[in-house]
């Protein structure tokens, strides 16, 4: 008998969430934005948005009025 393996559930972006970009390309941070945000990194030149932005193992994600943001 095969024993199931759990898959970790992957988390859907609440409305009103923030989450970080980071490129997919070169890895660089970028900023904390709206799912549905576009931004052209400036290292690389590569277009990052909500969909094809790197994921850290623990992919936050914090409310427009967070104080850990508004001190940036």
């Known amino acids: 008998m095969k024993k199931k393996q759990h898959k970790p559930e992957e988390t859907s ?3 009103g969430m923030q989450v970080e ?3 997919p390309k070169c890895g660089r941070r970028l900023a904390w934005a709206l ?3 576009e931004m052209r990194c400036p290292a ?5 948005t909500g969909k094809n932005r790197k ?3 623990n ?3 914090l409310p427009l009025d967070d104080d850990q943001l508004i001190l940036f």
């Open 55 to 57: 994921k850290t193992e």
């Open 13 to 15: 972006v609440l409305p």
């Open 35 to 37: 799912p549905d945000t």
């Open 21 to 23: 970009f980071i490129c």
């Open 44 to 48: 690389c030149g590569y277009w990052v």
């Open 59 to 61: 992919d936050l994600m």
